[in-house]
């Protein structure tokens, strides 16, 4: 099974900073990764997929960059409806495993 | 706009079966794999099956294969999840998820509520 690590496990950041979240593969798995947004009571929301083509609707300070098995999610001039938990995924083969999760906070 | 609406949550006992379903709309289901995704109680996100088109392959994880059943009525615009031998590692909210390929989770039901507990 291919393992996700990600990091932190949590961040705290101010209004307008710029963060960056990692996503180790425990092999290569060739840009097919995926991010999702999880605000606290709701349901995940696709955020990222093909590790930098951004989901219909989501806003350009979101992007995703990387290849092989290191990936991040840089969300640039932080707005407070961006304070939630984000998780990194495995597409490329089953089973479809996610990482444990970063949960940004407001500093 | 793309609605997933999960229902059949619930507490039950160990051992026990509970069938879970999920009402689709908004977009053409019988064209896009489906796929059910929990998440115990304060944890992370997990992939618990997907199912094909036209519901003849479904996939699970080692942790669930054998006691999980995936399966699909696209002229009802339905998925199901039938969970037998239920365990307390089990309770979590189960989502219904719509899949692009290779194998995002591109929209997500509001989720349904399983414990399991004596």
Not at chain 1, 42 to 50: C, E, G, R, T
Not at chain 1, 71 to 80: D, G
Not at chain 2, 98 to 118: C, D, K, M, R
Request: proline share 4%.
């Amino acid at each position: 099974d291919i393992q996700m690590t990600q990091s932190p496990a949590s961040l705290s950041a101010s209004l307008g900073e710029t963060v960056t979240i990692e996503c180790l593969a425990s092999e290569d798995i060739y840009d097919i990764l995926a991010w999702y947004q999880q605000k606290p009571g709701k349901s995940p929301q696709l955020l990222i997929y093909d590790a930098s083509s951004l989901h219909t609707g989501v806003p350009s300070r979101f992007s995703g960059s990387g290849s092989g098995t290191q990936y991040s999610l840089k969300i640039n001039s932080l707005q407070p409806e961006d304070f939630a938990r984000y998780y990194c995924q495995n597409g490329l083969s089953a089973p479809y495993t996610f990482g444990a999760g970063t949960k940004l906070e407001l500093k | 706009e793309v609605q997933l609406v999960e229902s059949g949550g619930g507490l039950v006992q160990p051992g026990r079966s509970l069938k879970l379903s999920c009402a689709a709309s908004g977009f053409t289901f019988s064209n896009y794999y489906m796929a059910w995704v929990r998440q115990a109680p304060k944890k992370g996100l997990e992939w618990v099956a997907t199912i094909n088109t036209s519901g003849s392959r479904t996939y699970y994880p080692d942790s669930v294969k054998g006691r999980f059943t995936i399966s699909r009525d696209n002229a009802k615009s339905s998925l199901y999840l039938q969970m037998s031998s239920l365990k307390s590692e089990d309770t979590a909210t189960y989502y219904c998820v719509n899949i692009w390929e290779p194998h995002w989770f591109a929209y997500w039901g509001q989720g349904t509520l399983v414990t399991v507990s004596s």
